[in-house]
DNA sequence: TATTGTTATACTCTATAACTATA
DNA sequence: TATAGTTATAGAGTATAACAATA
């Protein structure tokens, strides 16, 4: 059995290939995946606070201080008093953090078309369905995933 | 269109985790998965030397010696005078080292049978046959991939 | 002069702890 | 006493450079 017929190696295998293409395309807009999935976060419900922002992307709070760093810095995103609690921050999505997170998943579906090229649309609509029952066997948190932890395009 | 509903997340997703479970249950085996990797191409071709080895994985030669003295400490592969350049080591499988190496494959076929048990036996093949064509459309190395360059169990 | 294996160094990342202000 | 955000520190992992032996 040669590793390239195991289903786990390509699965593996191509995981990481999407992922680094991912953020190497995502780079120009000067967005890390991190950041992508915070903007997500907050495009479906603002103002939340930075714990609230971690515990759903499965990071440190510790770490996403540098993450909205990041996107208020490019002014995606802007700190706000928290009305219920004064020792948490509102972090809401501006306008252009909107514009910014349209852009990233344009790039997201260009990324998909390229990958997916060489399926049909029946066997695409027939992978994604399977890899949906693998993911929600294997117990895995939906929009959470380490490949959105960090992650740097390597030059 | 939700995350979850991405070809390119759910690949990523999937992929990371499969990685990390083979790492995790490669663990009691004393290996590494690079250090599987490099099992596996001396079960293929026995004597390379480290370079060789190196260019095969896709890591540096520097990291080839640290993997290597790692397969040499727990005696599943040896260092030997190369026949033909006396630069370099012919690094040969032991036969702990193969009694390793069926052992780390028993790993991944279990590993692979839990992965997959949501699928048929059809879907299964129909899965992998996809997976195949996708990963040959991206261009990917076989036997290479950044899963397997370092990588410990965390905790 | 180029290449193999090796070691040492520097750099990056990540994880932990510690501090403040609130609750 | 516990929690949100922040900062600093230390540890691990990775990449780069440099060296001796040989081609």
Request: aromatic letters at 4%; charged letters at 25%.
């Amino acid at each position: 059995m040669e590793l390239d017929d195991r289903g786990v190696y390509l699965l593996s295998h191509l995981g990481y290939h999407v992922a680094d293409r991912f953020a190497h395309d995502l780079a120009p807009l000067g967005l890390q995946p991190a950041q992508f999935g915070v903007l997500t976060h907050l495009a479906r419900s603002d103002g939340r606070s930075q714990q609230e922002l971690a515990d759903q992307l499965g990071v440190h709070r510790n770490a996403m201080v540098g993450i909205v760093d990041a996107l208020e810095g490019r002014g995606y995103v802007r700190r706000a008093r928290h009305p219920l609690d004064r020792r948490a921050h509102a972090v809401h999505l501006t306008e252009s953090g909107r514009t910014a997170l349209d852009a990233a998943r344009a790039v997201a579906d260009e990324l998909e078309a390229s990958v997916l090229t060489p399926l049909d649309a029946a066997e695409q609509a027939s992978l994604i369905a399977m890899l949906h029952r693998l993911v929600d066997h294997a117990g895995l948190p939906p929009g959470v995933h380490p490949a959105l932890r960090t992650r740097l395009p390597r030059v």
